[in-house]
């Protein structure tokens, strides 16, 4: 009875650790505002990244800063979570003459994140918008990570968005089952320390 309670106690404790222990990661592309992102063209930016050891990503959003659409017109801005395998490094720009739908699908394993439609016009309708990816789209981005240390993020503007710079931010913890086992191991040899000098 003791004894599990005890258990109980080291877990509790490294479920604790794990939020304690987010290491956190911001990227921004070069230009940082994707030279407002023009209608002619989609872009692809490659993210190197190792993860630290032990350790998995547990959330990641991306920022647009004060972004507005050049116009009233119709618009549309497709972003999209790349596996960066074969990109060139950095940002890479190609021309879509403002059509195609998205284009990010050209690239390797592009996986759709968000598509904004319509997008207020005009710089006193700039605003700040964060995507926050989901469970899904970690899972995916871990597994682009760990089989070259790189991924990429696609974007496709059909038409010109204005804005003050793209950020994205990683935060990564400790892989769950790896800490859960070490307070298991931490506590069963604690248990097995006390059992012996019992003897
Ligand atoms: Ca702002
Ligand atoms: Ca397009
Ligand atoms: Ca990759
Ligand atoms: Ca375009």
Redesign the pocket.
């Known amino acids: 009875m003791k004894r599990s309670i005890v258990l109980a106690c080291m877990v509790a404790v490294g479920v604790i650790t794990v939020s304690a222990n987010a290491d956190v990661y911001t990227f921004q592309p070069d230009p940082a505002n994707l030279d407002n992102l023009e ?1 002619s063209k ?1 872009y692809a930016w490659k993210i190197d990244f190792s993860l630290p050891s032990g350790e998995t990503i547990d959330s990641a959003s991306l920022f647009f800063d004060d972004i507005y659409n050049w116009n009233d017109d119709d618009n ?1 801005l ?1 972003v999209s979570l790349l596996d960066g395998n074969w990109l060139w490094d950095g940002l890479s720009t190609f021309s ?9 699908f050209d690239f390797g394993g592009a996986v759709s994140l968000v598509k904004y439609e319509n997008l207020p016009g005009g710089y006193d309708n700039r605003q700040d918008i964060t995507y926050i990816f989901d469970s899904s789209e970690i899972g995916t981005l871990n597994t682009y990570v760990l089989y070259d240390d790189n991924f990429g993020i696609g974007f ?3 038409c010109h968005f204005n804005n003050d710079g793209v950020t994205l931010t990683i935060a990564t913890v400790p892989v769950p089952g790896a800490v859960l086992l070490g307070s298991i191991g931490v506590s069963f040899s604690g248990w097995l320390l006390r059992k012996r000098r019992m003897l």
């Open positions: 209608h989609y549309v497709y879509d003459d403002q059509g195609g739908g998205d284009n990010t496709d503007p059909d």
